[in-house]
């Protein structure tokens, strides 16, 4: 399944939260995640399965509260953004795409091209 991972690298040039913010906006689909995250991991296949290759992040504890808050003002993780907007963790994806808005909003960001079936 390919996805990219990245390390978020704090320089003296970006803070951790512009760095979180650039990446927001130049990818599609990218998920944020502590190392080793079960939650992440089925992120990535249930994305996968349906085509989508998204870019995922693993944050250091430190780096976490610099998150765009949720809904609900928390920085928890693991964190989908789609179309540089904040969806939710696990149960926030899995909701969309039993409600059949997962595969419109990715298409919509250009993530997914086409649907073949």
Known sequence: MPTTNLQLAI???ETAETKIRR???????????RSSCC???????LLSA???HP??????DDEIPALPPSADGSAATPAVF???????GLESLVTLHLRGRLV????????LSSLIL
Do not use: Q, W, Y
């Open 11 to 13: 320089d003296v040039a």
């Open 23 to 33: 990446l927001i906006s130049e990818n599609p689909v990218v998920i944020f995640s």
């Open 39 to 45: 939650m992440c991991h089925v992120m990535k296949r």
């Open 50 to 52: 349906i085509g989508v």
């Open 55 to 60: 870019t995922a992040i693993e944050l250091d």
């Open 82 to 88: 789609i179309g540089g907007a904040r969806v939710g």
């Open 104 to 111: 419109p909003k990715l298409m919509e960001v250009g993530a």
